[in-house]
């Protein structure tokens, strides 16, 4: 069985998605289709060299999604997945693949998630930190039992978590989880804490933006973050979708129950390979591939 999964922020590159756009029609109408749906040419700053404006929120969120979106619409037939997941913003690539969304709904929502998260990262600062070499559990006794707001929000495979909380939380958690033999724990370059209680405004911000987009039941099971578990029903969908901003991504355990489930291949489309690697250290029998027309 074949699942197509799909990244999330931090994958883009300047010059994403231009090879897209001068060799597939259906690229360039997409594309042409995103610029004016958000109102501004996406297109430029994704094919340009300009590595900090792509790296604004507002703009990766969008970029990401175009390009694994719109490489899944041009496979045509030989879209044919058993699952998807998508790792984060990933998710909302996955669900428009899966023809749970409309690629203008998704767009918009992706749009209006970026806002809102960079709106409440403006609110309350936050930040987060990649913890290496610690078993889950430790990890999450260590935030548990740190002061002030630091949660596991990334489980991005077996001895690689990411917490995420209020700055003072995090530097002290990073020096707790080194006194307790992490290879490496250090903050990562990010605007605030995804996936964390401090994205509680944005979460009820997209709350009402997704309840009132319309959903349909997708061809084969999403395998959503929240959950870890492959999702069917249209009402569960929105409403893991709700939860995503403030609870954890569970990567390691939605690949480990895609396997249980029969799923052997997984193609990664959109920016990068990042999600292949994970895929890798979290089973080595898994096969991993990169999506190509």
């Given at each position: 069985?074949?699942?197509?999964?799909?990244?999330?922020?931090?994958?883009?590159?300047?010059?994403?998605?231009?090879?897209?756009?001068?060799?597939?029609?259906?690229?360039?109408?997409?594309?042409?289709?995103?610029?004016?749906?958000?109102?501004?040419?996406?297109?430029?700053?994704?094919?340009?060299?300009?590595?900090?404006?792509?790296?604004?929120?507002?703009?990766?969120?969008?970029?990401?999604?175009?390009?694994?979106?719109?490489?899944?619409?041009?496979?045509?037939?030989?879209?044919?997945?058993?699952?998807?997941?998508?790792?984060?913003?990933?998710?909302?690539?996955?669900?428009?693949?899966?023809?749970?969304?409309?690629?203008?709904?998704?767009?918009?929502?992706?749009?209006?998630?970026?806002?809102?998260?960079?709106?409440?990262?403006?609110?309350?600062?936050?930040?987060?930190?990649?913890?290496?070499?610690?078993?889950?559990?430790?990890?999450?006794?260590?935030?548990?039992?740190?002061?002030?707001?630091?949660?596991?929000?990334?489980?991005?495979?077996?001895?690689?978590?990411?917490?995420?909380?209020?700055?003072?939380?995090i530097a002290q958690a990073c020096e707790s989880m080194k006194e307790a033999g992490a290879r490496r724990a250090l903050p990562l370059p990010?605007?605030?804490?995804?996936?964390?209680?401090?994205?509680?405004?944005?979460?009820?911000?997209?709350?009402?933006?997704?309840?009132?987009?319309?959903?349909?039941?997708?061809?084969?099971?999403?395998?959503?973050?929240?959950?870890?578990?492959?999702?069917?029903?249209?009402?569960?969908?929105?409403?893991?979708?709700?939860?995503?901003?403030?609870?954890?991504?569970?990567?390691?355990?939605?690949?480990?129950?895609?396997?249980?489930?029969?799923?052997?291949?997984?193609?990664?489309?959109?920016?990068?390979?990042?999600?292949?690697?994970?895929?890798?250290?979290?089973?080595?029998?898994?096969?991993?591939?990169?999506?190509?027309?």
């Open positions: 069985m074949k699942a197509y999964i799909f990244p999330g922020q931090g994958a883009q590159f300047p010059g994403m998605g231009q090879d897209l756009y001068e060799a597939s029609p259906i690229a360039k109408e997409l594309f042409d289709t995103a610029n004016s749906i958000l109102g501004f040419n996406i297109t430029d700053i994704m094919f340009g060299e300009d590595a900090e404006a792509l790296k604004q929120t507002q703009v990766t969120q969008p970029a990401i999604f175009l390009h694994s979106v719109i490489m899944s619409k041009c496979l045509g037939e030989n879209f044919q997945p058993n699952a998807v997941a998508g790792h984060s913003l990933g998710e909302f690539s996955a669900l428009v693949a899966a023809n749970a969304l409309s690629f203008e709904d998704g767009l918009t929502l992706v749009h209006q998630r970026a806002l809102a998260m960079q709106a409440a990262c403006d609110q309350v600062p936050g930040t987060m930190a990649a913890v290496l070499g610690l078993e889950d559990e430790k990890v999450e006794s260590i935030c548990a039992n740190t002061e002030g707001i630091v949660v596991a929000a990334n489980y991005n495979c077996p001895g690689q978590l990411v917490i995420s909380g209020e700055k003072t939380a990010v605007g605030g804490a995804f996936h964390s209680p401090l994205m509680e405004p944005a979460r009820e911000q997209l709350a009402e933006a997704i309840s009132n987009t319309p959903f349909t039941s997708p061809i084969c099971p999403v395998y959503q973050n929240v959950v870890a578990k492959g999702i069917t029903n249209k009402e569960d969908i929105q409403n893991n979708l709700i939860a995503q901003l403030t609870a954890p991504v569970k990567w390691t355990q939605s690949v480990q129950q895609m396997a249980q489930d029969g799923v052997g291949e997984f193609i990664e489309l959109g920016p990068g390979k990042v999600l292949q690697g994970l895929v890798k250290k979290i089973d080595r029998s898994l096969t991993t591939a990169s999506g190509s027309l």
